[in-house]
């Protein structure tokens, strides 16, 4: 279940007054809504990620290793791990890559080239931006009235159909949580056994 990336206030803070009883299970309703689209399209529930474990390939890494972008932000790594079991030592983590001198190799000579990385990912608080757009979709759906088809404010016109269009997140919307969106990776990333 996705929780809902705003709160009631947060849209009657951007509406500039206060939510009615009326409005306020119409708001709620369209804030699950919107959220659900907005996890959809981004690929992430922008929550946080503790104990989490990543397998990562080594093999293009030189001195620095990438987290992938689904691990990101990330903020911490608590352990980096061979493919033997064995820790990796000497590596330094500044927020977006993890760092080692030595170079990402397995210093036993396997063919086998990933490292495993424990680590807490995901956001702490849902991103400004993110509430923000959701807010702005609650609004604009608001302002929809169920059955209307076609609006005009010159001469006013308005045209009813059977139902409402569909609803979905705008193009300004998508557009706004681009820098949100998931992209697609060949990377395992599971829980540790004992969290099961």
């Given at each position: 279940?996705?929780?809902?990336?705003?709160?009631?206030?947060?849209?009657?803070a951007r509406l500039g007054r206060a939510v009615t009883d009326d409005e306020e299970p119409r708001i709620k309703a369209f804030l699950d809504d919107v959220s659900a689209l907005v996890v959809d399209?981004?690929?992430?529930?922008?929550?946080?990620?503790?104990?989490?474990?990543?397998?990562?390939?080594?093999?293009?890494?030189?001195?620095?290793?990438?987290?992938?972008?689904?691990?990101?932000?990330?903020?911490?790594?608590?352990?980096?791990?061979?493919?033997?079991?064995?820790?990796?030592?000497g590596w330094t983590f500044d927020g977006i890559s993890l760092w080692r001198v030595y170079g990402w190799l397995p210093p036993d000579g396997t063919a086998d080239r990933h490292v495993t990385v424990r680590g807490v990912y995901g956001y702490r608080t849902v991103p400004h931006s993110v509430k923000a757009v959701v807010c702005a979709e609650v609004i604009r759906w608001l302002a929809v009235q169920?059955?209307?088809?076609?609006?005009?404010?010159?001469?006013?016109?308005?045209?009813?159909?059977?139902?409402?269009?569909?609803?979905?997140?705008?193009?300004?919307?998508?557009?706004?949580?681009?820098?949100y969106r998931r992209t697609v990776i060949s990377r395992e990333v599971r829980r540790p056994a004992h969290a099961l």
């Open positions: 279940m996705t929780l809902s990336l705003a709160s009631v206030e947060d849209v009657a399209h981004c690929g992430t529930d922008f929550q946080p990620r503790d104990d989490l474990l990543a397998v990562i390939d080594t093999t293009a890494a030189g001195t620095e290793l990438a987290l992938p972008r689904a691990l990101t932000p990330a903020y911490a790594i608590d352990e980096v791990r061979w493919p033997s079991g064995e820790l990796v030592d169920p059955g209307v088809q076609m609006e005009r404010v010159g001469d006013l016109e308005i045209s009813y159909g059977a139902s409402a269009p569909t609803q979905g997140l705008s193009a300004a919307a998508r557009d706004a949580l681009r820098r």
